[in-house]
């Protein structure tokens, strides 16, 4: 069994800074692709940021320029780290990971952790 614990968030105020962590832990034969998604009131959830392996990165474009995803393979942990907030950023921010479990390596599955909320306020 394979599990993602997000950590760091909290209350901010506007131009505020924030770092998140993401660690995977459980039977692990390799992590592929990591990543950050959220989800506001009302709203569907939308792509933050990910990272591959090799470390090449992809941004929605209202994050571009202020927020920053990194990893570190040996931990098995990902992070984003967010300046500039904006009081739309305020949301629901859940890691995502694609594994490969020690039981069944030749098989990619996707994991999600159970979600940490981010609130942007003044």
């Known amino acids: 069994q394979v599990r993602l614990v997000e950590s760091g968030g909290v209350l901010v105020q506007p131009g505020g800074s924030l770092r998140l962590s993401c660690a995977a832990s459980g039977s692990i034969f390799s992590i592929r692709g990591m990543g950050w998604y959220r989800q506001a009131p009302r709203k569907e959830r939308e792509l933050v940021a990910v990272i591959a392996t090799g470390k090449s990165t992809n941004y929605a474009d209202s994050v571009k320029g202020r927020f920053t995803i990194s990893r570190d393979n040996a931990k098995n942990t990902v992070y984003l780290h967010m300046n500039s907030l904006k009081p739309e950023d305020t949301a629901v921010y859940y890691c995502?990971?694609?594994?490969?479990?020690?039981?069944?390596?030749?098989?990619?599955?996707?994991?999600w952790g159970q979600g940490i909320q981010v609130t942007v306020s003044s």
């Open positions: 995502n990971a694609a594994v490969r479990p020690y039981s069944d390596n030749d098989v990619t599955y996707n994991y």
